[in-house]
């Protein structure tokens, strides 16, 4: 191959993350994660397998839960990406961010932001999941610290809270992110 038709070793993407549009030259090989870290500072994003395996890399790509660990960054473009940065509105935390902190869904924290986007989206879906539901949404996150049922009752408060059944913390935000209340 001659250098005017090798492969480009990088290239302009376009996305949003969190709301806000963003545009990046990129190297083609680098992953989603290492942009969303590296290149943008949202290090909520956690790399913990780099396999896919775990889900500490989850985020939101077109709402939809992705493993940004097994994406290239390239491939966000034209896309609309949230992390668990973008959960909180402003000080005011998203309902599930609330029902974490408040049935004690994290240890040391290191899962609990892939936690969190996979749970949202699994709440989008179904508002209203028996116990053995949400233990099969979030089959694909590990957690090496909880055993898993503080993280079950926190997704169970979030649902209650979310449908109004249980208003729950004054510093709670609704789904879309506007103030409980």
Known sequence: MTPSTA????????????????TLRLPVRKTLADVLREDLHL?????????GVCGACTI????EPV??????GVQADRHALRTVEGLANGETLHPLQAAFRDAH??????????????A???LRENPNPTEEEIRIGIAGNLCRCTGYIGIIEAI??????????????????SPDGAPVG
């Open 120 to 122: 949202v989206a699994f």
């Open 7 to 22: 492969p480009a070793a990088e290239r302009t993407v376009s996305f949003s993350v969190n709301g806000r549009a963003v």
């Open 67 to 72: 493993r940004s660990c097994l994406l290239l």
């Open 105 to 118: 869904g994290l240890q040391c924290g290191y899962c609990t932001p892939g936690f969190l986007m996979t």
């Open 43 to 51: 290090t909520g994003t956690h790399l913990g397998c780099e396999h």
């Open 156 to 173: 169970q408060l979030a649902a209650r809270r979310m449908r109004g059944d249980d208003p729950g913390a004054p510093d709670a935000a």
């Open 60 to 63: 939101l790509m077109d709402e």
